[in-house]
């Protein structure tokens, strides 16, 4: 909350020190120009707020590429960030299946069998925190 605050304020502070400076960005301008409707008092307080709304959303922009690209490294080292719980780690690994169900099958089947007792096939990566699934079969991702 109290860095919303500080966000807005830099914001504004931006935008005052651009009009002080008279550094206009024309597209906000002209559309402030037309929404004020031949209102000349009227266009310097829409500018503002365009320009307002435009610099928030590029800082928004900004934040969600940092996040990505931060995500996008953790996952090269094996760090998940849980959506559920927002715990931040290493997965835990929840296995499935059993030994014995493994050999029986490959005693009566092969093919099955040798999948089944595939290590990873039957395991699931969850939270450490919540223990909810963020992968959910191991051997679809690279490790
Ligand atoms: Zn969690």
Known sequence: ????TD?????????GEEIAQKVYHPGTLAKAI???AGN????????????FDELVRSHQRAAQ??????????????????????????????????????????LCFIIPGVIYSQKGFWSEGVCANCRCTLVPRLNDTPS
Do not use: W
Not at 1 to 4: H, P, Y
Not at 9 to 15: F, G, K, L, P
Not at 40 to 51: D, N, Q
């Open 65 to 106: 590429e940092h996040k990505q690209k931060a995500e996008a490294e953790d996952r090269q080292q094996g760090i998940y960030t849980c959506p559920a719980c927002g715990h931040r780690g290493k997965l835990l690994i929840k296995e499935h299946g059993s030994e014995p169900i493994g050999f029986l099958l490959t």
């Open 34 to 36: 037309a929404e004020a």
């Open 1 to 4: 909350m109290n860095s919303d």
């Open 40 to 51: 000349r008092s009227l266009v310097e307080s829409l500018y503002v707020r365009f320009r």
């Open 7 to 15: 966000l807005t304020d830099a914001i504004y502070r931006q935008v």
